[in-house]
């Protein structure tokens, strides 16, 4: 299987947003009590922040999300590209910048066909600068990585990255062939890996932040064995503010993947140290729990992953379950067994998307794809639960 196969199917900008006033409205000419106004802004809901979303239907939606569960109305911004029918345009791969100001996403063109159900024609990047409403596009089917500061990434048979003057165009990151995963601020994250070896090592893995200039830092050398636990073809997650990095150990060849569940390590960043921790994996091996999309959330970053199993055999079929966990007491503590999708902020925030994952028609490598079966549920300091009425996608993140 190729990189770009493995990268195929991996469920990984906005306009300037309408901001919606909390003020109070004056009722009368007289100035309101200190009792009234302490009441007032105790009730009055305080935002919790924008959230991003694309839906089943690949429509590009963002709300402004507050603390008591409710939101504004949806305004769509995607897609912007144009198709004559019965063409479709769908977007699709939405990632979004540290600080929140740069927006991303790939808009895929696609046609009928009577036996996949439809063949993509081409794609489209789209890249939005949120405090000026400006869009940037760039015809291109490269995968999406994410930003390093307010650079985009993208992949494929090699990085690159998106540069704007004179115009948009790609420039490649020469990383020596290595598997990029992760973007951080100075650049990307990645892996250069070897076949072969002694003993029971059949790969070696480099995992190391390279920088745009070419410099290398090591971060941890992996000795892979039969247990497939390779950290190369991965996409790895980096927290909004480049403190922390979450690195999945594992494979997902023929999205089942080889081997056990995979498991996980994280690394400091913002320290001369990077110091490594095991977080070791979610539920049994057997299950093969493979990443399909991370989140950090709070002031300390923890960790929270969406997983979708290996396939279970059933009555009705073959099955592949979706979980969404977070990293608490030193284990994978599970928060929802029937998910699809997690995002989180700093201020503890957290969205998740309940779904399951259903057959891809006619998919070579049998995979499956991701589905919303019900409103997304929003999650935040001491215990708030809350069903955001009417939200739901098979991709979220907190813009802005």
């Known amino acids: 299987?190729?990189?770009?196969?493995?990268?195929?199917?991996?469920?990984?900008?906005?306009?300037?947003?309408?901001?919606?006033?909390?003020?109070?409205?004056?009722?009368?000419?007289?100035?309101?009590?200190?009792?009234?106004?302490?009441?007032?802004?105790?009730?009055?809901?305080?935002?919790?922040?924008?959230?991003?979303?694309?839906?089943?239907?690949?429509?590009?939606?963002?709300?402004?999300?507050?603390?008591?569960?409710?939101?504004?109305?949806?305004?769509?911004?995607?897609?912007?590209?144009?198709?004559?029918?019965?063409?479709?345009?769908?977007?699709?791969?939405?990632v979004v910048s540290g600080d929140g100001s740069r927006l991303a996403w790939s808009e895929v063109t696609s046609k009928p066909d009577p036996t996949y159900g439809s063949i993509e024609t081409g794609a489209t990047i789209v890249v939005r600068n949120m405090s000026t409403g400006r869009d940037v596009t760039l015809r291109s089917e490269s995968y999406l990585l994410g930003f390093s500061g307010h650079r985009l990434v993208v992949t494929g048979a090699h990085t690159y990255r998106l540069v704007m003057t004179p115009s948009p165009h790609l420039e490649r990151i020469h990383d020596g062939n290595a598997y990029a995963v992760a973007t951080y601020p100075k650049g990307i994250v990645d892996v250069a890996s070897s076949v072969g070896g002694t003993n029971s090592a059949v790969e070696t893995d480099r995992l190391r932040l390279t920088t745009f200039g070419g410099h290398h830092t090591l971060l941890h050398t992996y000795k892979v064995g039969t247990s497939y636990r390779s950290a190369a073809a991965n996409i790895d997650a980096?927290?909004?503010?480049?403190?922390?990095?979450?690195?999945?150990?594992?494979?997902?060849?023929?999205?089942?993947?080889?081997?056990?569940?995979?498991?996980?390590?994280?690394?400091?960043?913002?320290?001369?140290?990077?110091?490594?921790?095991?977080?070791?994996?979610?539920?049994?091996?057997?299950?093969?729990?493979?990443?399909?999309?991370?989140?950090?959330?709070?002031?300390?970053?923890?960790?929270?992953?969406?997983?979708?199993?290996?396939?279970?055999?059933?009555?009705?079929?073959?099955?592949?379950?979706?979980?969404?966990?977070?990293?608490?007491?030193?284990?994978?503590?599970?928060?929802?067994?029937?998910?699809i999708a997690v995002t989180g902020n700093r201020a503890g925030w957290v969205v998740i998307q309940a779904g399951e994952w259903d057959p891809v028609m006619s998919s070579p490598d049998g995979e499956y794809a991701p589905q919303p079966t019900l409103e997304a549920l929003l999650e935040g300091p001491h215990g708030f639960r809350h069903t955001l009425a009417g939200i739901g996608g098979t991709q979220l993140l907190w813009v802005g």
């Open 1 to 94: 299987m190729t990189r770009a196969e493995l990268l195929v199917g991996q469920y990984r900008a906005m306009t300037v947003f309408r901001r919606l006033s909390l003020g109070l409205a004056a009722t009368s000419c007289l100035l309101p009590s200190s009792a009234a106004v302490a009441h007032a802004t105790a009730t009055t809901p305080q935002l919790a922040g924008h959230l991003a979303y694309i839906t089943s239907a690949g429509v590009l939606d963002v709300v402004d999300v507050f603390n008591d569960g409710t939101t504004s109305s949806p305004q769509q911004l995607a897609p912007i590209t144009t198709a004559q029918s019965p063409n479709t345009v769908k977007a699709t791969n939405l």
């Open 238 to 339: 980096v927290s909004g503010d480049g403190a922390k990095l979450l690195a999945e150990l594992g494979n997902h060849q023929d999205f089942e993947g080889l081997g056990p569940s995979s498991s996980f390590d994280s690394f400091t960043l913002d320290t001369a140290s990077h110091a490594r921790a095991r977080l070791g994996h979610y539920g049994t091996n057997a299950a093969k729990w493979r990443l399909a999309g991370a989140a950090f959330a709070g002031p300390h970053n923890t960790p929270w992953l969406a997983l979708h199993s290996g396939y279970t055999r059933t009555s009705g079929g073959l099955k592949v379950r979706g979980v969404v966990v977070h990293y608490s007491a030193g284990t994978w503590q599970e928060e929802s067994n029937a998910a």
